[in-house]
């Protein structure tokens, strides 16, 4: 009976395989072979004169080439940032803020299908991702904060709301165009002016959005958007005419910055890394729940601050989990990101699928066991198989430390306050999921979890009007929703 089931199950799995390619047309991406800077609404040549490439990962060709700011295009963009913040952007009436802010997003939907196309090029995530998610959540943001531009008395009643000058904000390759939504939308709904540096694996969607940017006329100089890697990222955060860093990626990173701008008067928001728990009790829907942990950990292929990245089972339900488990993941399909049937695209750079392949020797190492599924994966390109640990210890690396690939470490427990204790045992507090039939449950385990989200019986949702930031080292203040505008307001 096993065998026959296991053999059916087997069947399905290789005719979900062996589906016919759908990809999406390349024809829809208009990438230019070289870009500038854009500084004070005009690409501009880097004083810099150096450049470097952008590559598909999935096929390691080139796609462009942007330029590499040094510090003196840093200075330039920031004075434009300043200039643009004194002369019109502090003074305009916010109602007229906001009808760009909206022209940003009416322009971004129009555009949607090839911004979704360069994004999964760019980056390597499946195009169902950067078509159904990136995109349409990028659009959203925009149509949010144009709402809130001009009331701002409501958002903080009896107070006065003032912007604080120029915003530097520097964001990470896992969802660019997103990022860049996440904190230009905010800025300019504030009043601030914004230099804005994405990162360097990624810099196309953020270029695509400067030439939005000239579309909706926005006035000159109250969006810049620099591109480089970390010396880039570096200048802006220690240039001395910036009020406020915005900054997604690597704790490591968030750290230097805070220790950059300690003694100075910047403000910080910082979103830094994570190691959510997932947690299943057993009287949870099962099948719903295995959906939701499939989708914590290798949705963008685990490349998320706020994955699953963690997995706690109930002990009496603990087998039929990971049997469910391994059965859905045979079912993924790994592969071309531009393939409308794709699960699980390509690792965002070779520098990320080493830190991956790492941390999958360190937790053999560790003594825990792990599993793959059995696909196979394309020759060209940073692929990883979805995986799990199972036999993992509370004190092993891969169950403390951020992996950002789509590597899932699973432990059981018996009770409430074992769970509880397990999930806030590491240095992050990203977020968190619970799957159980018991509001009760969930009630008593969100108010006890060190996370800035909790997801009940559901993960990864988003949407502009909830707020999302972390505790600990997953960083400090919040963005989205209405506590979104904090960081970019002085209240009098
Ligand atoms: P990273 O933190 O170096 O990169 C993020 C951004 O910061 C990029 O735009 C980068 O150019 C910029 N940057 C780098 N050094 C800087 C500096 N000294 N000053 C100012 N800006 C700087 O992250 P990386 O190296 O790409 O990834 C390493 C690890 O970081 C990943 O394995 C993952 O664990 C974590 N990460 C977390 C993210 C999140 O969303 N929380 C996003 C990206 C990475
Ligand atoms: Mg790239």
Same mark, same amino acid.
């Given at each position: 009976?096993?065998?026959?089931?296991?053999?059916?199950?087997?069947?399905?799995?290789?005719?979900?395989?062996?589906?016919?390619?759908?990809?999406?047309?390349?024809?829809?991406?208009?990438?230019?072979?070289?870009?500038?800077?854009?500084?004070?609404?005009?690409?501009?040549?880097?004083?810099?004169?150096?450049?470097?490439?952008?590559?598909?990962?999935?096929?390691?060709?080139?796609?462009?080439?942007?330029?590499?700011?040094?510090?003196?295009?840093?200075?330039?963009?920031?004075?434009?940032?300043?200039?643009?913040?004194?002369?019109?952007?502090?003074?305009?009436?916010?109602?007229?803020?906001?009808?760009?802010?909206?022209?940003?997003?009416?322009?971004?939907?129009?555009?949607?299908?090839?911004?979704?196309?360069?994004?999964?090029?760019?980056?390597?995530?499946?195009?169902?991702?950067?078509?159904?998610?990136?995109?349409?959540?990028?659009?959203?943001?925009?149509?949010?904060?144009?709402?809130?531009?001009?009331?701002?008395?409501?958002?903080?009643?009896?107070?006065?709301?003032?912007?604080?000058?120029?915003?530097?904000?520097?964001?990470?390759?896992?969802?660019?165009?997103?990022?860049?939504?996440?904190?230009?939308?905010?800025?300019?709904?504030?009043?601030?002016?914004?230099?804005?540096?994405?990162?360097?694996?990624?810099?196309?969607?953020?270029?695509?959005?400067?030439?939005?940017?000239?579309?909706?006329?926005?006035?000159?100089?109250?969006?810049?958007?620099?591109?480089?890697?970390?010396?880039?990222?570096?200048?802006?955060?220690?240039?001395?005419?910036?009020?406020?860093?915005?900054?997604?990626?690597?704790?490591?990173?968030?750290?230097?910055?805070?220790?950059?701008?300690?003694?100075?008067?910047?403000?910080?928001?910082?979103?830094?890394?994570?190691?959510?728990?997932?947690?299943?009790?057993?009287?949870?829907?099962?099948?719903?729940?295995?959906?939701?942990?499939?989708?914590?950990?290798?949705?963008?292929?685990?490349?998320?601050?706020?994955?699953?990245?963690?997995?706690?089972?109930?002990?009496?339900?603990?087998? !039929? $989990? @990971?049997? %469910?488990?391994?059965?859905?993941?045979?079912? &993924?399909?790994? +592969?071309?990101?531009? #393939? =409308?049937?794709?699960?699980?695209?390509?690792?965002?750079?070779?520098?990320?699928?080493?830190?991956?392949?790492?941390?999958?020797?360190?937790?053999?190492?560790?003594?825990?066991?792990?599993?793959?599924?059995?696909?196979?994966?394309?020759?060209?390109?940073?692929?990883?198989?979805?995986?799990?640990?199972?036999?993992?210890?509370?004190?092993?690396?891969?169950?403390?430390?951020?992996?950002?690939?789509?590597?899932?470490?699973?432990?059981?427990?018996?009770?409430?306050? !074992? $769970? @509880?204790? %397990?999930?806030?045992?590491?240095?992050?507090? &990203?977020?968190? +999921?619970?799957?159980? #039939? =018991?509001?009760?449950?969930?009630?008593?385990?969100?108010?006890?979890?060190?996370?800035?989200?909790?997801?009940?019986?559901?993960?990864?949702?988003?949407?502009?009007?909830?707020?999302?930031?972390?505790?600990?080292?997953?960083?400090?203040?919040?963005?989205?929703?209405?506590?979104?505008?904090?960081?970019?307001?002085?209240?009098?």
């Amino acid at each position: 009976m096993a065998t026959r089931k296991s053999n059916t199950l087997k069947l399905k799995f290789d005719s979900a395989r062996n589906l016919s390619p759908a990809p999406e047309s390349k024809s829809a991406a208009k990438i230019e072979p070289r870009y500038d800077l854009f500084i004070n609404g005009k690409f501009e040549k880097p004083l810099s004169k150096k450049y470097f490439s952008t590559i598909n990962p999935a096929t390691e060709e080139k796609l462009s080439e942007v330029a590499d700011a040094n510090a003196a295009d840093v200075n330039k963009a920031v004075v434009a940032a300043r200039t643009a913040y004194d002369k019109v952007w502090k003074k305009m009436p916010a109602k007229e803020r906001a009808k760009y802010i909206y022209r940003i997003a009416r322009i971004m939907q129009e555009r949607a299908r090839e911004f979704a196309v360069v994004e999964t090029l760019d980056g390597g995530k499946p195009i169902r991702e950067s078509r159904d998610f990136d995109i349409p959540t990028a659009a959203n943001h925009f149509f949010y904060y144009a709402g809130w531009a001009d009331k701002l008395e409501y958002a903080f009643p009896n107070r006065t709301a003032k912007p604080l000058g120029v915003a530097g904000q520097i964001i990470p390759w896992n969802f660019p165009l997103l990022m860049a939504a996440w904190k230009i939308a905010p800025a300019l709904a504030t009043g601030n002016t914004v230099v804005l540096k994405p990162a360097e694996t990624t810099p196309l969607t953020a270029l695509k959005l400067a030439e939005i940017i000239q579309e909706a006329d926005l006035p000159p100089g109250v969006v810049n958007i620099i591109t480089g890697a970390g010396a880039t990222g570096a200048a802006l955060v220690n240039h001395p005419d910036i009020n406020k860093i915005a900054f997604t990626g690597s704790t490591a990173v968030g750290k230097m910055i805070q220790h950059a701008i300690a003694g100075t008067n910047k403000k910080a928001t910082l979103e830094l890394g994570g190691k959510a728990a997932n947690i299943i009790f057993d009287d949870a829907p099962l099948d719903q729940a295995v959906e939701g942990v499939i989708n914590g950990i290798f949705f963008n292929q685990g490349h998320v601050c706020c994955a699953g990245s963690r997995l706690y089972v109930q002990e009496s339900v603990f087998k !039929e $989990v @990971i049997r %469910k488990l391994k059965d859905r993941m045979e079912t &993924l399909i790994v +592969g071309d990101p531009l #393939d =409308k049937n794709t699960d699980i695209g390509a690792i965002n750079s070779r520098q990320q699928l080493d830190i991956i392949n790492n941390y999958l020797k360190i937790g053999k190492q560790e003594g825990a066991e792990m599993y793959q599924s059995s696909c196979n994966l394309p020759r060209k390109g940073f692929f990883c198989k979805p995986t799990i640990f199972t036999n993992v210890a509370q004190s092993n690396r891969i169950a403390q430390e951020e992996i950002f690939g789509p590597v899932l470490a699973i432990q059981s427990f018996r009770t409430d306050d !074992e $769970v @509880i204790e %397990k999930a806030n045992n590491t240095p992050f507090g &990203l977020s968190a +999921g619970i799957w159980t #039939d =018991k509001g009760s449950k969930i009630f008593n385990l969100s108010s006890k979890m060190r996370a800035g989200v909790v997801w009940a019986n559901s993960f990864n949702k988003f949407d502009p009007s909830s707020p999302f930031g972390g505790y600990k080292e997953s960083g400090y203040g919040r963005e989205g929703g209405l506590h979104g505008l904090s960081g970019y307001v002085n209240l009098v």
